[in-house]
């Protein structure tokens, strides 16, 4: 696969406890994003965070599991990117999903094939 110096970067804000249909959301996301063929995706787990409908839980710190922020980022064409944000659109409930354009330098595999 090809990706164009001139791509998009999808980046998508959740919890890490959002569901979809019983399943981890950020997960159904990138499984859904490697059967339409997108480049790749990335999920980061961050420490702590706020948003619109949230707050921040000074006790969260002395639980052994809270709801971790969750950001998950793909950068790929503006067509692909755009045809994959219906999908998004159906199935995330609370968040965010931001688009920018972005410079691709290079994407190479493993054995650093382009």
């Known amino acids: 696969m090809e990706l164009p110096r001139d ?3 999808l980046r998508i804000f959740i919890g890490e406890n959002d569901l979809y249909q019983g399943e981890p959301l950020f997960k159904v996301i990138v499984m859904r994003a490697r059967e339409q063929h997108l480049a790749g995706a990335t ?3 961050g420490p702590m965070g706020f948003g619109k409908s ?5 006790n969260a710190i002395l639980r052994l599991s809270f709801d971790s922020p969750i950001v998950i980022e793909m950068v790929d064409t503006e067509e692909k990117i755009q045809s ?6 159906s199935i995330i409930g609370p968040g965010l999903v931001t688009l ?6 290079f994407f190479k595999g493993k054995n650093g094939q382009a």
Not at 54 to 58: F, G, I, N, R
Not at 100 to 105: P, S, T
């Open 7 to 9: 791509a998009v970067l």
């Open 43 to 45: 999920v980061f787990r």
């Open 54 to 58: 949230s707050h921040l839980d000074h």
């Open 84 to 89: 994959f944000l219906p999908t998004i659109e």
């Open 100 to 105: 920018e354009r972005v410079k691709a330098i």
